[in-house]
């Protein structure tokens, strides 16, 4: 009964794209862009800290729920159904261990091998793609790089399908590989175009009234220092004596004219008395 019911849901798969651009939800709810990691000597990266099996590559992200493979632009979905004959081979080629919620019947598999699709999906998936699980290893191609732009966009500021192709489109370059990558980016992009445009969601950019106050608080920013001039020096005050009046002046040196007047005549007298003296002596002899 249960591949008959496998068998169905493949038949149904193989007469739509191999991604089916139907968006779907699959019960992860991721409230911020995930930490990824990649698996050494494979282009693919896996999310060891959520409880899914989440993967990304080709520039994709894939989810592996019970028997179905899942893949989107965005890290949250919206989710598409591929066709499972048509699941990327290195996809395939993961080894067990990194299904960080394996289903039941992956516990019997080997850790280090890929889970046993054949086994799992049938003769008929088994034909389809014979030699999945043989490559060189040495030949893998490089992995695309991660969309960490979209790690501003989380919560409330994660985009509806229209904007996160235009989004997509300004900020991711890459172009996938892969047949099923490369096919379902074209079918985002048209269902994008088709859909009623919506207002894209602002980049991390504060609104015209949140900006003022930002200035306002680089106007208080303190301003650089100025060099320090050195002081101009001050030119010295002489203090000077008060000048005095002529009639004062002439009284305080009136005394001193006073002495030498009396002491001129005191030489005088001196000097008559010595000719004096002279004269007599002159006489005498």
């Not at 894939?62 to 493979?69: Q, R």
């Amino acid at each position: 009964m249960r591949h008959a019911l496998i068998a169905l849901l493949m038949l149904l798969c193989s007469v739509t794209p191999a991604a089916a651009r139907v968006d779907i939800s699959i019960g992860i709810n991721l409230p911020f862009y995930p930490q990824l990691q990649r698996i050494p000597s494979y282009p693919v990266y896996y999310a060891p800290t959520v409880a899914a099996n989440y993967f990304f590559y080709d520039g994709l992200y894939w989810v592996f729920d019970g028997d179905n493979w899942y893949v989107s632009t965005w890290y949250n979905g919206p989710w598409s159904l591929v066709d499972p004959f048509d699941v990327p081979l290195f996809l395939l080629r993961v080894p067990v261990r990194y299904y960080r919620h394996a289903p039941p019947y992956f516990l019997s598999w080997r850790a280090n091998d890929a889970p046993r699709w054949g086994e799992r999906w049938g003769r008929s998936w088994e034909e389809r793609r014979s030699g999945w699980d043989q490559w060189n290893r040495s030949s893998a191609p490089p992995p695309a790089p991660l969309p960490t732009y979209q790690r501003q966009y989380s919560g409330n500021r994660y985009p509806q399908p229209s904007q996160q192709v235009v989004i997509q489109t300004q900020n991711y370059r890459y172009q996938p590989r892969d047949t099923v990558a490369r096919q379902h980016f074209e079918q985002a992009r048209s269902q994008a175009q088709s859909a009623p445009q919506q207002p894209a969601v602002q980049q991390s950019q504060p609104a015209p009234q949140q900006r003022q106050p930002v200035r306002q608080q680089e106007a208080r920013q303190p301003q650089p220092a100025q060099p320090q001039q050195a002081p101009t020096p001050q030119p010295q005050r002489v203090e000077r004596q008060p000048q005095q009046a002529p009639a004062a002046r002439e009284r305080a040196q009136a005394p001193e004219k006073g002495r030498g007047r009396e002491e001129n005549k005191g030489q005088g007298r001196e000097r008559e008395k010595d000719n004096k003296d002279n004269k007599e002596k002159g006489e005498n002899r």
